[in-house]
C-alpha cells in the first residue's frame, strides 16, 4: 500500500501572485499573446485530423499514462481545451499540481471512489456529517465500496490494509462543524486524505497547505456562483489526476465546455464574493443568536457564507414565510437561499445517523448571497415570526452556541468576518 500511496503524495504549494490576482488570471496568462480578452469556448465533440497514425499513438499513450495529450485534441471526452483553462485555474488556486474536471461533484467523487477501487482498496473511512448523497453514495455500496464511519479521534484505528481513502468535509455540510486538516491527515498516515472543500472554497482555506492529498469541489456551488452551472472537480497531483483522466475518459462524467467556460469565470469574482457574502454572513450569524425564535446558531471560526441554525417553531412555517430569500438546494449563490436539510439535501441518509451527525428536525441551512444585509434580515425576522415559538426560560444552558468536532463548543456569538487570505486549518 505504501508503494502505490506514493502516487498522491502531496505537491510543494507555492503561490508567486496574490489569490485575488491569480483568480482572475490562472488559466487566461496566454490571452493577450493570442490576441484575445476573453477566453474562447471550443464546443467541438470531435477534431479533424488526416494522421491517423499519428492519432493512434496519441491514443496509446493516453491509455498507458493519463497524460493530456500533446497537440491538438481528439475527442471532447478525452479533453477540451476550455475545460483545460478551468482545470489550471482551480489547481493554482488550491495550490495543487493539477486539477480534473466532472460534470458534476457526485460525477467527480465517484471518479475518485474508482480510481481507489481500482487498484483493490475499495475501503473508506469517512467523518460524518457529509453531504447528503456524498454519505449515501459511501453508505449504499453502489460501486462496491465499504464505508466505516467515526470520529476524526478513530479514523487511525478505522484505518486497514484495504482502505483506499479517508473523506472529511469541512465545514461540513449542514451543520458547518469543522475538522483539524493537519491533525486528521496525520492520523491517515499513507491513506490519502479527501476534503471536501466546497463550503470553504480557496479563498478561505487550501487543504493541501495542511496535509489533505485530494481536494473536492461541487463547482456547481461558489466557484461557479450564479446558480446556472453545474460541475465538479478534483484538485490533486499530477499522477492522481492521470488516472481520475482516465476514469473519466472510460465513464463519459465530463464536463461541458460550456460549464467550464462559466466556471472560469466565477472564479475570477469567487474571493470577491466569497468575502463579501461572509460578512453578510456573519452579521446574520450574530443577530440570529440573540434572538429569542432561535435556539442554537451554526457558524464556523473560518468564517464564511453558510449559516445553520435551529429554531424553537416550526422550520416548515419559515421556509414557507420567506419572500426575499429563496427557498432552495444548493449554495453558493449571488442570491441568498434556505433550506430543510433533514427534508431535502439529507432526506437520503437514515433518520438515525442524521439525528446522530447533528442534523435534526429544526435545523435550517442558509447561504447567504449578496444582497443588503438588512433586506435579509427583515425578511427573516418576519419569516422566523411565522414559526411563532420563542425561547423558554432558560437556566444554565447556553443558547446559541455550535460544536466543531473534534473540539470544544464555540459560542456562535464570537462570529467573524473572512480575511484577505485563509486562516490556518489547524483550529
Given at each position: 500500500m505504501?508503494?502505490?500511496?506514493?502516487?498522491?503524495?502531496?505537491?510543494?504549494s507555492?503561490?508567486?501572485?496574490?489569490?485575488?490576482?491569480e483568480?482572475v488570471?490562472a488559466?487566461?496568462?496566454?490571452?493577450?499573446?493570442?490576441?484575445?480578452?476573453a477566453?474562447p469556448?471550443?464546443?467541438?465533440?470531435?477534431?479533424?485530423?488526416?494522421?491517423?497514425?499519428?492519432e493512434a499513438?496519441?491514443?496509446?499513450?493516453?491509455?498507458?499514462?493519463g497524460?493530456?495529450p500533446?497537440?491538438?485534441?481528439?475527442?471532447?471526452r478525452?479533453?477540451?481545451?476550455?475545460?483545460?483553462?478551468?482545470?489550471?485555474?482551480?489547481?493554482?488556486?488550491e495550490?495543487?499540481?493539477?486539477?480534473?474536471?466532472?460534470?458534476?461533484?457526485m460525477?467527480?467523487?465517484?471518479?475518485?471512489?474508482?480510481a481507489?477501487?481500482?487498484?483493490g482498496?475499495r475501503?473508506?473511512?469517512?467523518v460524518?456529517p457529509?453531504y447528503?448523497?456524498?454519505?449515501?453514495?459511501?453508505?449504499?455500496g453502489?460501486l462496491?465500496t465499504?464505508?466505516?464511519?467515526?470520529?476524526?479521534?478513530?479514523?487511525a484505528?478505522?484505518?486497514r490494509?484495504?482502505?483506499?481513502?479517508?473523506?472529511?468535509?469541512t465545514?461540513?455540510?449542514?451543520?458547518?462543524?469543522?475538522?483539524?486538516?493537519?491533525?486528521?491527515?496525520?492520523?491517515?498516515?499513507?491513506?490519502?486524505?479527501?476534503?471536501d472543500?466546497?463550503?470553504?472554497?480557496?479563498?478561505l482555506?487550501?487543504?493541501?497547505?495542511?496535509?489533505?492529498?485530494?481536494?473536492l469541489?461541487?463547482?456547481?456551488?461558489?466557484?461557479?456562483?450564479?446558480?446556472?452551472?453545474?460541475?465538479?472537480?478534483?484538485?490533486?497531483d499530477?499522477e492522481f489526476?492521470?488516472?481520475?483522466?482516465?476514469?473519466?475518459?472510460?465513464t463519459?462524467?465530463v464536463?461541458?465546455?460550456?460549464?467550464?467556460?462559466?466556471?472560469?469565470?466565477?472564479?475570477?469574482?469567487?474571493?470577491v464574493?466569497v468575502?463579501a457574502?461572509?460578512?453578510?454572513?456573519?452579521?446574520?450569524?450574530?443577530?440570529?443568536?440573540?434572538?429569542?425564535?432561535?435556539?442554537?446558531?451554526?457558524?464556523?471560526?473560518?468564517?464564511?457564507?453558510?449559516?445553520?441554525?435551529?429554531?424553537?417553531?416550526?422550520?416548515?412555517?419559515i421556509?414557507?414565510?420567506?419572500?426575499?430569500?429563496?427557498?432552495a438546494?444548493?449554495?453558493?449563490?449571488?442570491?441568498?437561499?434556505?433550506?430543510?436539510?433533514a427534508?431535502?439535501?439529507?432526506?437520503?441518509?437514515?433518520?438515525?445517523d442524521r439525528?446522530?451527525?447533528g442534523?435534526?428536525d429544526?435545523l435550517?441551512?442558509m447561504?447567504?448571497?449578496?444582497?443588503?444585509?438588512e433586506?435579509?434580515?427583515?425578511?427573516?425576522?418576519?419569516?422566523?415570526?411565522?414559526?411563532?415559538?420563542?425561547?423558554?426560560?432558560r437556566?444554565?444552558?447556553?443558547?446559541?452556541?455550535?460544536t466543531?468536532?473534534?473540539?470544544?463548543?464555540?459560542?456562535?456569538?464570537?462570529?467573524r468576518?473572512a480575511?484577505?487570505?485563509?486562516?490556518?486549518?489547524?483550529r
Open positions: 505504501d508503494t502505490e500511496a506514493s502516487s498522491l503524495t502531496p505537491q510543494p507555492f503561490r508567486s501572485r496574490a489569490l485575488a490576482t483568480a488570471h488559466g487566461r496568462d496566454d490571452l493577450a499573446s493570442q490576441g484575445l480578452h477566453a469556448i471550443d464546443l467541438s465533440t470531435t477534431y479533424p485530423s488526416y494522421d491517423s497514425r499519428g499513438a496519441r491514443i496509446d499513450a493516453f491509455a498507458a499514462t497524460a493530456r500533446d497537440g491538438p485534441p481528439v475527442y471532447a478525452l479533453d477540451n481545451p476550455t475545460t483545460a483553462r478551468f482545470e489550471t485555474a482551480l489547481a493554482r488556486l495550490g495543487a499540481g493539477s486539477a480534473v474536471a466532472f460534470a458534476s461533484g460525477a467527480a467523487l465517484t471518479a475518485v471512489l474508482l481507489r477501487a481500482s487498484l482498496l475501503h473508506v473511512v469517512a460524518r457529509l447528503g448523497c456524498s454519505d449515501h453514495l459511501l453508505g449504499a453502489l462496491g465499504e464505508v466505516t464511519w467515526t470520529d476524526p479521534a478513530g479514523i484505528e478505522a484505518i490494509p484495504d482502505t483506499g481513502l479517508v473523506m472529511v468535509e465545514p461540513a455540510n449542514p451543520t458547518l462543524a469543522e475538522i483539524d486538516i493537519r491533525a486528521v491527515a496525520h492520523s491517515c498516515g499513507s491513506v490519502p486524505l479527501l476534503v472543500n466546497t463550503f470553504a472554497t480557496p479563498v482555506q487550501r487543504p493541501l497547505e495542511h496535509g489533505a492529498r485530494i481536494v469541489h461541487s463547482a456547481t456551488k461558489y466557484l461557479g456562483g450564479h446558480g446556472d452551472v453545474m460541475g465538479g472537480v478534483v484538485a490533486c499530477e489526476a492521470a488516472v481520475l483522466r482516465q476514469v473519466r475518459f472510460a463519459g462524467g464536463l461541458h465546455p460550456m460549464a467550464g467556460y462559466l466556471l472560469l469565470r466565477g472564479l475570477s469574482t469567487l474571493p464574493r468575502r457574502a461572509s460578512a453578510a454572513a456573519a452579521e446574520l450569524a450574530r443577530r440570529l443568536s440573540a434572538d429569542p425564535r432561535v435556539a442554537r446558531v451554526h457558524y464556523p471560526e473560518a468564517g464564511g457564507a453558510m449559516v445553520s441554525f435551529e429554531v424553537f417553531g416550526d422550520p416548515h412555517e421556509i414557507a414565510a420567506v419572500r426575499l430569500i429563496t427557498p438546494v444548493s449554495l453558493g449563490s449571488v442570491d441568498t437561499l434556505i433550506q430543510h436539510p427534508s431535502i439535501s439529507h432526506r437520503i441518509v437514515g433518520e438515525g439525528r446522530a451527525a442534523v435534526g429544526r435550517l441551512r447561504s447567504v448571497g449578496l444582497e443588503d444585509v433586506d435579509l434580515w427583515a425578511d427573516l425576522c418576519q419569516a422566523l415570526s411565522g414559526g411563532s415559538a420563542v425561547a423558554p426560560a437556566s444554565g444552558t447556553a443558547v446559541g452556541t455550535s466543531p468536532l473534534g473540539g470544544p463548543p464555540v459560542p456562535s456569538s464570537a462570529v468576518t480575511g484577505q487570505e485563509p486562516r490556518p486549518a489547524g
